[in-house]
């Protein structure tokens, strides 16, 4: 292999590498007739994903390498020395990508922020002036996301010193081996007024029943298509509203829609779902709700790079993916949350909780 062209060769051999996990996954069903992906590798599972990030990151550069390289080779008649220059430079660039993506997924996978959300408004009663919700979701309890990641979660919330915690689904990813222990470290969060829950697509599948019984053993309510009223004291109190919008059990209109027209009158109105869909934001602006909370989307968990884009599979169920959304009076925060569906990792998508407090606009 002459020296001059070993480059060539080893970036298609170890962008080869990562394709190992889908590969051994096929051929093992082809032999065996099934397939048990927790069975393979976690190293090969890691390296598949974070190979996928790296060549959508490295692709983009390529590109622009090889518009520059035109460009000089149409000015100068030096084919020679920008071949040259052009493969050490694409080494760089393989270098630099691969230690980039390396570091900022792990940051994005094991980092948890705080996503700070004033709200303002000039008829709140006085009792909510300073008010802490904290909203978290999908812990997706399972062999990635254990027991002593879930209690550093909790532990941040804590530091938070909420008054009201809301948990907005998909408590474990598959079976019922972790439910009662997230449901135990979920109940170590502590706040005046509780933690309430509504349910995700994960804890359907797991039995939705096995997930409420083991939050209800911890004191947390589990609310399905129903209102639960928190009272802050004889005069103010919270309507939270609760509905079940999952893949395998979408709420009827009606049903939100009558759950909704009779929440009747509160200090603050809350509804919450673990998937987004506008029939439900309609009627939660419709009728006046203050705030609504969802998760699901995991922020797009692995929100590929690609032409200064990012990419992400929620992008083709819903155009609320992470963070907080104005709509009209109403406040719609979706929720990153904790653990992970497919990949076992995160990119530009942290994990992190959201602490909405209530200010009262004096201005007004």
């Given amino acids: 292999m ?21 590969i051994g996954s096929l051929i093992f069903y082809w032999l065996n007739g099934g397939i048990d992906i927790l069975a393979f590798s976690h190293f090969l599972d890691y390296w598949f994903w974070l190979g996928l990030i790296f060549v959508y990151a490295l692709a983009t550069w390529i590109i ?25 430079g694409i080494l ?9 993506t390396g570091f900022k997924t792990f940051k994005d996978t094991t980092e948890i922020r705080t996503q700070n959300i004033d709200l303002k408004v000039s008829d709140w009663p006085s009792r909510l002036d300073g008010f802490k919700i904290i909203h978290i979701s999908d812990i997706h309890a399972d062999e990635y996301t254990g027991q002593k990641k879930i209690a550093r979660y909790i532990h941040e919330v804590n530091k938070l010193q909420p008054d009201l915690i809301i948990f907005t689904g998909d408590l474990i990813s598959y079976g019922t081996d972790y439910i009662k222990m997230a449901a135990r470290e979920l109940g170590k969060a502590k706040a005046p007024y509780g933690t309430i829950a ?24 589990t609310v399905q298509d129903s209102n639960y009223t928190v009272a802050v004291d004889s005069s103010t109190h919270v309507l939270f509203t609760g509905v079940t919008q999952v893949y395998s059990k979408k709420v009827l209109p009606a049903v939100a829609d009558s ?17 987004v869909a506008d029939f439900l934001i309609k009627d939660a602006q419709k009728y006046r709700y203050d705030i609504m909370l969802a998760g699901h989307t995991h922020g797009g968990q692995v929100r590929v790079p690609f032409m200064g884009m990012n990419f992400s599979p ?20 979706v929720n ?3 653990g992970f569906t497919l990949a076992p990792i995160r990119y530009d998508a942290p994990p992190n909780i959201s602490v909405i407090r209530l200010t009262a606009n004096r201005d007004s």
């Fill in 2 to 22: 002459p020296t001059k062209s070993w480059p060539r060769y080893i970036l298609p051999l170890f962008l080869c590498s990562f394709y190992l996990f889908p």
């Fill in 64 to 88: 622009i390498a090889d518009v520059v390289k035109l460009l000089f080779q149409w000015m100068s008649d030096k084919r020679t020395l920008i071949n040259r220059l052009y493969g050490w």
């Fill in 92 to 100: 760089l660039l393989f270098i630099i990508i691969s230690f980039y």
């Fill in 198 to 221: 509504v349910v995700g697509d994960h804890d359907y599948w797991a039995g939705v029943e096995n997930v409420k019984r083991a939050l209800a053993e911890e004191g947390i309510p």
């Fill in 259 to 275: 759950l909704s027209q009779h929440s009747g009158a509160a200090s603050l109105k809350i509804f919450a779902t673990h998937q």
């Fill in 314 to 333: 929620s992008n083709l169920e819903t155009d609320f993916i992470s963070g907080i959304f104005h709509l009209r009076k109403l406040v719609l925060n």
């Fill in 336 to 338: 990153n949350g904790l």
